[in-house]
């Protein structure tokens, strides 16, 4: 097809000009004439008419650049240069956007990559509460209207130990309804050295200043005693709240109050005290090793005490997006009466999903959830698939490939500092640089994130899921071929 401009070109090329290469860069029209039919049925009328703009203009800015003669324009649009363009062009358009990808980095809580891949039974349960009817506000034995988190609150006591729960769409969402229900108008109380920035610009003073509260900081930096909050009281105090550090550690000369101590100055003013714990560990069968013994259980943190509890549903408990809300039965029902929980509220989608993976932990196999494994596994078990993966990554021309000790993260500010030993994969590509091979690896479909040190690729298996190795080997595979070509 492109073979068919390469005929055009030097029919035009003769009745003109005879040195001016701009003379042979086609039209828009011309262009969509010879490939918009392919084009089009790819991406659309509009993106294809783009397309054909850009490619135009690249070829302009290539003549410019690289000073490109008549004759070696002729010879790129003859051997299909526009064609090429325009089939690259459409690739990326169509890899773009949310798409499946491999996480080689190791950090299984990655904000990046969409923080928890939710279990194959809870994606299905997901997946046909979308493409199906469901039963959500109705229920089934009367046929009435009742509420749709009705199942998910229970589920949510059940897991807990807390007197109700509810969920919004993020556990952001969850903050400010709190801030929103009690603190209107009124003044938060919150220790220095808890007002943190969560990634993506999510910094409580902005958070508590939107929700209508007025922020009371006390304490310091490092230090902060019952005491501090005790003297900030006033007939204007709204809550009492406590923030989990979850992507920082403090070490040192530190106080924190804790949440037992929280809860009690609650319960002497008549107060509502409330602590946002982001990460969200529940309690499993199998307890989640020495690694995240500075967490609190959520169960732990509802039993301190304090009035409300919230947590992510996508972090260590390994779930769909949400914010989860447990507490008493009173505080939990004034933030469902506030019109702000409304504006929040979960999709039948998400609902299923929490429901899902919810039964898991009331069922006792919370521990065998995808997240939880992989936060799990130790180096030991990790390492037969290291070692699998680097022979057949070293059976490869040109590629060099160990398996090492190494660490990997929980990510998503969930335990702070804390290392998990794994066994990855070196890897190395002989005429590549590191930074080169990632490119690579990443703009191949799907795209492989990996982790860059001591100028070498790292594979992590303890973030490949089941049929990930085979990929990962596939794409080093074309990328060593193309090499040796
Ligand atoms: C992660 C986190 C949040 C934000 O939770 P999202 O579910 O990402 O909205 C809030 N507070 C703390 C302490 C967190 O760790």
Redesign the pocket.
Known sequence: MAARFGHRYPDRFVSAPVDNPYRLLPSVEEVLLQHGGQVEAAVGRDLAVRFARAAIDELRGRVVREALTVERLERELATGWLARDLFERVRRELGRGVRRAINATGVVLHTGLGRAVVDPEVARRMAEAASSYCVLEVDRETGQRNRRDDRLSELLTLATGAEAGIAVN????A?FLCLSTFAQNRETIVSRGEL?E?GGS?RMPDVMERAGTRLVEVGTTNRTRIDDYARALTADTGLLLK??R??FAVAGFVEEVSAVELGQLGEESGLVTSF????GLLETEVPLGDAFRDETLVRAAVESGVSVVTF?G??LMGGP?A?LVVGTALAVSAMRENPVYRAMRLDKVALAGLEATLERYVRGSGHELPVQRMLRATAAELAPRAARLAKSLADLAGVSARDEDADSEPG??SAPGTKLPTRAVRVELAGRSADALADALRAGDPPIYTRIHEQAVWIDPRTLLEGDEEQVVGAFRALAGAEHD
């Not at 993020?170 to 969402?173: D, G, H, R, S, V």
């Not at 946002?276 to 990460?279: A, E, I, N, Q, Y």
């Open positions: 993020n556990n952001a969402a903050v943190v969560i999510f923030v989990h979850s992507n946002d714990l982001g990460s992510s996508d972090k997006q914010g998503s500010g």
